[in-house]
């Protein structure tokens, strides 16, 4: 079992930043951020695996930057140029595998405001 708990959202004005933060109870394999707003899916923000390679949408790609820190099994999710389109609520997911068998773990979503 993994824990992962995030935190670093808020609201924050048209083109301001902010930086979300998923700490994990151990190491997984690749760490993701999605974001959900009322009535939709979750959507893929930006991936990052045990070595550090990045994937972002194209939507993010120019704007949000993951990183993380091995030590702490955290993982950043920087999101600069903000705009109200990027207002949801952001989940962290993390990937593991055991014996071959990959599991998924989500966060419990930190909440991000764009205002106009």
């Known amino acids: 079992q993994l824990r992962l708990v995030e935190s670093g959202g808020g609201t924050v004005e048209v083109g301001g930043s902010l930086t979300l933060s998923c700490t994990a109870s151990?190491?997984?394999?690749?760490t993701n951020w999605y974001r959900q707003t009322p009535g939709n899916e979750r959507d893929f923000v930006a991936g990052?695996?045990?070595?550090?390679?990045?994937n972002y949408p194209d939507s993010v790609k120019d704007r949000f930057s993951i990183s993380k820190d091995d030590p702490t099994n955290t993982v950043y999710l920087q999101m600069d140029n903000l705009i109200p389109e990027d207002s949801a609520a952001y989940y962290c997911?993390?990937?593991?595998?055991?014996?071959?068998?990959?599991?998924?773990?989500w966060g419990q979503g930190t909440h991000v405001t764009v205002s106009s």
């Open positions: 997911n993390a990937v593991t595998s055991t014996d071959g068998q990959y599991e998924d773990y």
């Open positions: 151990g190491r997984a394999l690749a």
């Open positions: 990052i695996t045990g070595n550090s390679g990045t």
